[in-house]
């Protein structure tokens, strides 16, 4: 099986500070990996060299066959990758409607606005909230339904449970397996590990800005006691 997505020896810098050294990872088309590491250690950084935000970058990145390294962020989008900040980045001054209905469409196959606010029925009753009004829960709700109305194949996405209570991480999770059983790619950053066995096919541990174990899912009792000691949880 040829990956959706491929990285090899990817390289990034912040200025002169070398902060990616040499990841590599692959992700097959309907596949959630997660990756888990400590803060600081490059997790988000991936995720934002892989988009294109960052662009002083060296190494391999493919998507659907295509060479993503040299192509501008805009042109990332349409190739159907999708990103999901951790800070959410929701416009405050437009309501529920407006923010989902924001981005352009850049392939066929994106949810509906009904598919979506049946995925996340919380943002239903809140379509015609601003978002200064929403919870940390319902924006990351939100953050989320915007990019599965864009068309993507592969959502990118950063630490979709900080913060969040119980109930609405439960609920982030149940759309997730929602979306794998529609053939979404999601690459999950993530330090709830607990959260991502629940959701991920095959786990990455990153450290100092290099991927130093991958396993499936079902490894991970085995792994649990060394997770525990790199996380510091």
């Known amino acids: 099986m040829n990956p959706l997505l491929e990285v090899s020896d990817l390289q990034a810098w912040y200025g002169e500070s070398h902060v990616l050294h040499g990841v590599n990872l692959h992700v097959n088309e309907g596949e959630t990996i997660c990756i888990l590491g400590r803060n600081g250690m490059g ?5 934002r060299t892989i988009m294109g935000i960052l662009r002083k970058r ?3 990145i493919r998507f659907a066959g295509e060479d993503m390294m040299g192509v501008p962020l805009h042109r990332s989008a349409r190739a159907g990758l999708g990103f999901v900040p951790e800070e959410r ?14 981005p352009p469409k850049v392939a066929e196959g994106g949810m509906t606005p009904d598919e979506i606010y049946t995925l996340f029925p919380n943002l239903l009753e809140r379509r015609g909230s601003q978002g ?18 864009t068309g993507c194949r592969c959502i990118l996405l950063d630490e979709p449970t900080e913060g969040l209570a119980p109930v609405i991480i439960q609920r982030i999770g149940d759309v997730l397996r ?3 059983a529609r053939g979404m790619t999601v690459v999950l950053v993530e330090q709830n590990f607990r959260f991502a066995e629940k959701v991920a096919d095959r786990f990455y541990l990153m450290d100092h800005g290099q991927m130093v174990e991958e396993f499936p899912t079902a490894d991970l009792p085995q792994h649990r006691d060394a997770l525990h000691r790199a996380l510091g949880v």
């Not at 997790?43 to 995720?47: D, G, I, M, V």
């Not at 416009?91 to 924001?102: G, P």
């Open 58 to 60: 060296r190494g391999t």
């Open 43 to 47: 997790k988000t950084t991936t995720l």
């Open 132 to 149: 200064t009004k929403l919870s940390g829960g319902e924006q990351q709700m939100l953050a989320m339904a915007r990019i599965l109305r």
């Open 89 to 102: 980045g929701i416009f405050a001054s437009l309501t529920v409607d407006e923010n989902m209905t924001l």
């Open 178 to 180: 929602t979306l794998k």
